[in-house]
């Protein structure tokens, strides 16, 4: 038995095929085809438009919530990216990643 796992990386259609090799004897002596449909679901955010903090203070943290909303029949996944410029101000998400499942 052999377990073969299909991640996609991009919204398309694929149509590729699974080629087998055995050592020593050949390659690509069996060939199956994998045929696959990948959709993106439809997100939103919850509120709309931008976070609006007002006025801040240096190091004192400000709290607000952003909701992910699913609004599509599929599930969806969702990652945090960490900030390149520093400089910026800092983000500290409760969750880094996490799925958000289908309506």
């Not at 955010?45 to 909701?67: A, C, K, M, N």
């Amino acid at each position: 038995r052999v377990q073969v796992d299909f991640v996609s990386l991009h919204e398309k259609k694929y149509d590729v095929r699974l080629a087998v090799d055995l050592e020593g004897v050949g390659g690509e002596l069996l060939t199956i085809p994998i045929y696959a449909q990948c959709a993106v679901p439809s997100v939103s955010f919850e509120p709309h438009g931008t976070l609006s903090y007002g006025d801040v203070f240096i190091r004192y943290p400000f709290h607000q919530s952003l909701y992910l909303h699913n609004t599509s029949p599929l599930p969806a996944k969702f990652e945090v990216m960490p900030q390149e410029d520093k400089s910026r101000a800092e983000i500290e998400p409760d969750q880094w990643t996490g799925t958000v499942p289908p309506c």
